[in-house]
Protein backbone atom coordinates (compact mmCIF):
# COMPACT_ATOMS: atom_id res chain seq x y z
CA UNK A 1 0.00 0.00 0.00
CA UNK A 2 1.78 3.11 1.31
CA UNK A 3 5.53 3.65 2.07
CA UNK A 4 5.68 4.64 5.75
CA UNK A 5 8.55 6.44 7.83
CA UNK A 6 7.54 6.21 12.07
CA UNK A 7 9.55 7.58 14.46
CA UNK A 8 9.65 7.39 18.19
CA UNK A 9 12.23 7.23 20.70
CA UNK A 10 10.51 4.56 22.85
CA UNK A 11 11.51 1.12 21.23
CA UNK A 12 7.99 -0.49 22.04
CA UNK A 13 5.74 2.30 20.82
CA UNK A 14 7.78 1.65 17.24
CA UNK A 15 7.61 -1.72 16.73
CA UNK A 16 4.22 -1.82 17.88
CA UNK A 17 3.31 1.13 15.47
CA UNK A 18 5.41 -0.96 12.49
CA UNK A 19 3.59 -4.36 13.49
CA UNK A 20 0.28 -2.55 13.40
CA UNK A 21 0.85 -0.30 9.91
CA UNK A 22 1.97 -3.55 8.64
CA UNK A 23 -0.54 -5.70 9.32
CA UNK A 24 -2.73 -3.64 7.21
CA UNK A 25 -0.29 -3.57 4.00
CA UNK A 26 1.75 -0.76 4.43
CA UNK A 27 6.18 -0.91 4.21
CA UNK A 28 7.50 0.66 7.27
CA UNK A 29 11.04 2.22 7.66
CA UNK A 30 11.37 2.63 11.48
CA UNK A 31 13.86 5.64 13.02
CA UNK A 32 14.37 5.85 16.95
CA UNK A 33 14.58 9.72 17.01
CA UNK A 34 14.13 12.57 14.19
CA UNK A 35 17.80 12.58 12.69
CA UNK A 36 17.44 9.40 11.47
CA UNK A 37 14.14 10.00 10.25
CA UNK A 38 15.35 12.49 8.46
CA UNK A 39 17.76 10.45 6.91
CA UNK A 40 15.87 7.75 5.97
CA UNK A 41 12.88 10.66 4.56
CA UNK A 42 15.88 12.21 2.19
CA UNK A 43 17.21 8.91 1.28
CA UNK A 44 13.86 7.87 -0.02
CA UNK A 45 11.08 10.16 0.68
CA UNK A 46 7.84 8.19 2.06
CA UNK A 47 4.35 8.56 1.49
CA UNK A 48 3.66 9.76 5.14
CA UNK A 49 5.69 10.30 8.21
CA UNK A 50 4.11 9.87 11.90
CA UNK A 51 6.73 11.44 14.49
CA UNK A 52 6.46 11.31 17.70
CA UNK A 53 7.14 15.02 19.09
CA UNK A 54 9.18 14.14 21.81
CA UNK A 55 12.43 12.89 20.77
CA UNK A 56 16.35 13.12 21.49
CA UNK A 57 18.59 14.36 18.78
CA UNK A 58 15.92 16.06 16.83
CA UNK A 59 12.24 16.26 17.93
CA UNK A 60 9.17 15.36 15.60
CA UNK A 61 8.70 19.55 15.25
CA UNK A 62 12.33 20.01 14.57
CA UNK A 63 12.28 17.04 12.14
CA UNK A 64 9.25 18.14 9.68
CA UNK A 65 11.17 21.74 10.24
CA UNK A 66 14.05 20.73 8.97
CA UNK A 67 12.37 18.98 5.69
CA UNK A 68 10.50 22.15 5.01
CA UNK A 69 14.17 24.21 5.01
CA UNK A 70 15.94 21.62 2.96
CA UNK A 71 13.19 21.94 -0.61
CA UNK A 72 13.89 18.88 -1.26
CA UNK A 73 10.51 17.27 -2.09
CA UNK A 74 10.54 15.82 1.17
CA UNK A 75 8.57 18.95 2.58
CA UNK A 76 5.72 17.41 0.85
CA UNK A 77 5.22 14.61 3.36
CA UNK A 78 2.64 14.75 5.07
CA UNK A 79 2.85 14.27 8.63
CA UNK A 80 0.96 12.75 12.01
CA UNK A 81 2.12 14.23 15.36
CA UNK A 82 1.80 11.14 17.72
CA UNK A 83 2.55 12.47 21.16
CA UNK A 84 0.91 12.52 25.00
CA UNK A 85 2.20 15.95 25.14
CA UNK A 86 0.25 18.83 26.64
CA UNK A 87 -0.77 21.48 24.17
CA UNK A 88 -0.44 18.95 20.82
CA UNK A 89 -2.60 20.84 18.76
CA UNK A 90 -0.76 23.68 19.08
CA UNK A 91 2.50 21.56 18.60
CA UNK A 92 0.30 20.71 15.24
CA UNK A 93 -0.33 24.05 14.42
CA UNK A 94 3.40 25.47 14.79
CA UNK A 95 3.95 21.95 12.55
CA UNK A 96 1.19 23.49 10.30
CA UNK A 97 -0.54 19.82 10.45
CA UNK A 98 -3.86 18.68 10.67
CA UNK A 99 -2.58 15.62 11.59
CA UNK A 100 -1.93 14.57 15.07
CA UNK A 101 -3.35 11.83 17.47
CA UNK A 102 -3.02 12.12 21.76
CA UNK A 103 -1.60 9.11 23.36
CA UNK A 104 -2.62 6.79 23.43
CA UNK A 105 -5.23 5.90 20.94
CA UNK A 106 -6.59 3.46 19.91
CA UNK A 107 -5.76 1.20 17.06
CA UNK A 108 -8.36 2.60 15.07
CA UNK A 109 -7.73 5.88 15.06
CA UNK A 110 -4.63 5.40 14.67
CA UNK A 111 -5.94 3.42 11.01
CA UNK A 112 -7.97 6.35 10.31
CA UNK A 113 -5.58 9.04 10.68
CA UNK A 114 -3.28 7.40 8.46
CA UNK A 115 -5.53 6.73 6.18
CA UNK A 116 -7.15 10.35 6.18
CA UNK A 117 -4.00 11.63 6.00
CA UNK A 118 -3.14 9.55 2.97
CA UNK A 119 -5.94 10.15 0.95
CA UNK A 120 -5.88 14.41 1.69
CA UNK A 121 -2.44 14.24 1.22
CA UNK A 122 -1.95 17.58 3.01
CA UNK A 123 1.89 19.26 3.53
CA UNK A 124 2.58 20.47 6.66
CA UNK A 125 2.93 24.10 6.74
CA UNK A 126 5.38 25.61 9.69
CA UNK A 127 4.31 28.46 11.67
CA UNK A 128 6.70 30.36 13.95
CA UNK A 129 5.82 29.79 17.48
CA UNK A 130 3.81 32.87 18.97
Keep these: MADLLVA ?3 RDNLELLAIILE ?3 HGVR ?3 NGLKALELAITRIPDLALLDVEMPVLTGPE ?3 ELFLRNCGAEKI ?3 LLSGVVGLREVATIVGTPYFLAK ?3 MDALLQMVDRALRERIAPQPRRAA
Design 23 to 25: AVG
Design 30 to 32: KAE
Design 63 to 65: MAY
Design 104 to 106: PYS
Design 8 to 10: DDN
Design 78 to 80: PVV
